[in-house]
T-cell receptor, first 112, second 113 residues
């Protein structure tokens, strides 16, 4: 039972344009969401997070949007840069469970 | 501060053997989590430790176990290895129970032949 789903295995975007990565979840108890970026041969790197009490969080070029009614979150990267090419994972947690459920990842390729 | 370190980085074992992987968290971090990453499956949660206590466990068989020491370093052990245990094993640490952001190590690549 995949509680966190990233339905697009890959995405290609031109440099300078917006990248939108999507994530859906099924467990309405999730109240904290995170995005990670992973380069080959490295561990995931934390990018940005959002609590369920918010619907948007920004950090520089990265913005995460949360739609609780649709159980959907998205990561926007503007403008996209070639260095953003990596696999992006979303993750979700229920506070107090100390357990994080990850999606299967979306491979982003930013074309120069 | 030094990041999360994992040893060894690469390991080749034979079916039926056992293996122990080690993780040293960022200094001051008391929570350590372990994940298994396989192609197409993303990161699967194994277990989480805080102050030497396991607080949650994922859906893995009992062959997978772990522990945490008083200095917050953690080990995970897999007994009676199977071919399907071949994966990247990632360790992540965070400051305390109230902080969600986890910082990952580079992982240990385990190959079972």
């Amino acid at each position: 039972d995949q509680q966190v789903k990233q339905n697009s295995p890959s995405l290609s975007v031109q440099e300078g344009r917006i990248s939108i990565l999507n994530c859906d979840y099924t467990n309405s108890m999730f109240d904290y969401f995170l995005w990670y970026k992973k380069y080959p041969a490295e561990g995931p790197t934390f990018l940005i997070s959002i609590s369920s009490i918010k619907d948007k969080n920004e950090d520089g070029r990265f913005t995460v949007f949360l739609n609780k009614s649709a159980k959907h979150l998205s990561l926007h990267i503007v403008p996209s840069q070639p260095g953003d090419s990596a696999v992006y994972f979303c993750a979700a947690s229920v506070s107090g469970t100390y357990k994080y459920i990850f999606g299967t990842g979306t491979r982003l390729k930013v074309l120069a | 501060k030094a990041g999360v370190t994992q040893t060894p980085r690469y390991l080749i074992k034979t079916r039926g053997q056992q293996v122990t992987l080690s993780c040293s968290p960022i200094s001051g971090h008391r929570s350590v989590s372990w994940y298994q990453q396989t192609p197409g499956q993303g990161l699967q949660f194994l277990f989480e430790y805080f102050s030497e206590t396991q607080r949650n466990k994922g859906n893995f068989p009992g062959r997978f176990s772990g522990r945490q020491f008083s200095n917050s370093r953690s080990e995970m052990n897999v007994s009676t290895l199977e071919l399907g245990d071949s994966a990247l094993y990632l360790c992540a640490s965070s400051e305390s129970s109230g902080v969600h952001e986890q910082y990952f190590g580079p992982g240990t690549r385990l190959t079972v032949t």
